[in-house]
């Protein structure tokens, strides 16, 4: 009988610490989020930053996509983690970014007239490659407006 009180009082003191963590693991997630969504409403932003807080140090990212009439929230969520992920990985690793210009004349003569034509085009591509370990969904919010979906995804670094 002492046992088994032994072994129910342990496992009680167990489960009450792995909530305390959990709790306090959701907490900080919790106030991690809303440092996020403050500062994005104070000014909007897209892409990787490094968040500090008294206990940890996090490298988030945040993904904006457009809603249209036909979006729903599966295919919204997903594209926006994508997106979310790849920003991650651009500013972690860094991208290569290549660009090239284009410059067409032509001429066009006739016997009443003559007609230059100049159109120039820049084409900038940015690739990244690798791998995004270790990232969890922190939160998502709709605009103020409903027009953009906003995903924020977050890793701890420290």
């Known amino acids: 009988m002492i046992k088994i009180r032994l072994i129910f009082s342990l496992t ?5 610490i792995v909530l305390k963590t959990f709790a306090l693991n959701n907490n900080d997630t ?7 969504h403050d500062k994005f409403n104070a000014s909007s932003f897209e ?3 490094i968040i500090k807080t008294n206990k940890k140090v996090y490298a988030i990212s945040v993904a904006i996509v457009d809603v249209n009439s ?8 997903r594209i926006a983690t994508v997106k979310a992920r790849r920003n991650l990985l651009v500013f972690l690793e860094g991208s290569e970014i290549t660009s090239s210009k284009i410059l067409t004349t032509s001429e066009s003569i006739t016997k009443q007239d003559q007609q230059s034509l100049e159109t120039y085009k820049e084409e900038i591509k940015e690739s990244a490659t690798g791998y995004v370990e270790g990232t969890d969904d922190l939160c998502s919010w709709y ?7 906003i995903k924020v995804i977050y890793q701890i670094v420290k």
């Open 30 to 36: 919790t106030d991690l989020c809303k440092i996020i």
């Open 12 to 16: 009680c003191i167990m489960t009450f």
């Open 70 to 77: 036909n979006s729903n929230t599966v295919s919204l969520n």
């Open 47 to 49: 892409g990787g930053r």
């Open 143 to 149: 605009s103020e407006d409903k027009k953009q979906f």
